[in-house]
């Protein structure tokens, strides 16, 4: 990885914990059960790249560009993505460990969660606009000042969300789900 550009390449079991990785490119390229937990990743762009199986917790993402990247089978505990570039900032996650990440002022319209653990995530400040929570676990997150219009929870469980401080229209949940909007008033539901 020592090169400054790499395209279309596959990276297997690459061991870059705790070490630092700056000022790459990577363009179309396949992370299979790679570790970069604990990695200082900043000012890395990654774009079209798809993480396989890997373990990216407590990674520093500092203007790091994640540009259409998949996340499938990975560990992401504590990761901070809202210090990531912005420009054209697009991840999709599929069987995700995701607790204690932050994702705070990002704009995600249209992201995909699915069958992922979301704990204690904090999304406050996010657009989230027809974001999809397929089979997600939201304990603890904290949605504050987001937007969830025409956004997907109807599979999602364990959440809390005020409608009276975020943007829910058109979003959709489903019955089980209602405990998770009136928990704010202190409602039994029978």
Known sequence: MEEKIHEHKTFEKVNYAGKELKNREFDQCIF??????????????????????CNLSLAKLMNTG??????????????NFSECDNFLFSVQFKHCILDFATFMGKKLPKTL?????????????????????DKSDLL?????????RKADLTSAFNFSIDPELNDIKKA????????????????RLL
Do not use: M
Request: charged residues 15%.
């Open 32 to 53: 299979r059960a790679c570790d970069f937990s604990g990695s200082n990743l900043s000012g890395n762009r990654f774009t079209d790249c798809h993480f396989q199986n």
């Open 66 to 79: 994640l540009r259409n990247i998949l996340f499938s089978d990975s560990k992401l505990l504590g990761v």
């Open 113 to 133: 969660f699915f069958n992922s653990s979301l704990k204690d995530v904090n999304f406050s400040s996010c657009d989230l606009s027809e974001a999809i929570f």
């Open 140 to 148: 603890g997150t904290l949605f504050n000042k987001t937007s969830l």
């Open 172 to 187: 959709s949940f489903s019955l089980h789900g209602l405990p998770g909007l009136l928990s704010r008033h202190d409602i």
